[in-house]
T-cell receptor, first 113, second 113 residues
Framework: DADVTQTPRNRITKTGKRIMLECSQT?????MYWYRQDPGLGLRLIYYSFDVKDINKGEISDGYSVSRQAQAKFSLSLESAIPNQTALYFC????????????FGPGTRLTVL | GENVEQHPSTLSVQEGDSAVIKCTYSDSASNYFPWYKQELGKRPQLIID?????GEKKDQRIAVTLNKTAKHFSLHITETQPEDSAVYFCAALLTGGGNKLTFGTGTQLKVEL
């Protein structure tokens, strides 16, 4: 959906570097999510936020942190990147009070050397 | 938390045949079940969903069935076409558990000419 954008789309970095992935949305949704996708493992939740003051860990939050700068912006940081964080990262949004449908951004392909 | 299992991991069908992908979930409190299609290099996109108060839902060549007693749901694609080739993910929403979607590990569907 063109209303959810992610930057950068591709990034190659080195072990130990700090990386920030950004997500912006114009859908007006309250809820935002970060997932990582690895082959054969599906989509796994890293962090989620139901509003600006609400941040929650997902199933694989170790090594990651997030910041919800505004309703429309949700950033994911890798404090010290390691090779097994090489993956495709997706941001998603959903509307509070809705059925739970999530709308995904285009993804960021991150490679950690 | 919720656990979703998805089978098969790969599925190859001839054009015009039907395809069925099955998912099971563990928590009977889950009440919303979306299906996403992810084409190569693209974001996951919602193709159909079903709520727990409904047993079946259809949209043209796509249908989803839900058996709450057995805690399983299935995606049915009839008259498959080459453009149906993609990875399909099922998911379950557990209310009261942070309203998080838990995804299956995906099915790679290949429609052969």
């Amino acid at each position: 959906d063109a209303d959810v954008t992610q930057t950068p789309r591709n990034r190659i970095t080195k072990t130990g570097k700090r990386i920030m992935l950004e997500c912006s949305q114009t859908k007006g949704h309250d809820r935002m999510y970060w997932y990582r996708q690895d082959p054969g493992l599906g989509l796994r939740l890293i962090y989620y936020s139901f509003d600006v003051k609400d941040i929650n860990k997902g199933e694989i939050s170790d090594g990651y942190s997030v910041s919800r700068q505004a309703q429309a912006k949700f950033s994911l940081s890798l404090e010290s990147a390691i090779p097994n964080q090489t993956a495709l990262y997706f941001c998603a949004t959903s509307i509070a009070g809705g059925p739970g449908t999530q709308y995904f951004g285009p993804g960021t392909r991150l490679t950690v050397l | 938390g919720e656990n979703v299992e998805q089978h098969p991991s790969t599925l190859s069908v001839q054009e015009g045949d039907s395809a069925v992908i099955k998912c099971t979930y563990s928590d009977s409190a889950s009440n919303y079940f979306p299906w996403y299609k992810q084409e190569l290099g693209k974001r996951p996109q919602l193709i159909i969903d079903i709520r727990s108060n409904v047993g079946e839902k259809k949209d043209q060549r796509i249908a989803v069935t839900l058996n709450k007693t057995a805690k399983h749901f299935s995606l049915h694609i009839t008259e498959t076409q080459p453009e149906d080739s993609a990875v399909y993910f099922c998911a379950a929403l557990l209310t009261g558990g942070g309203n998080k979607l838990t995804f299956g590990t995906g099915t790679q569907l290949k429609v052969e000419l």
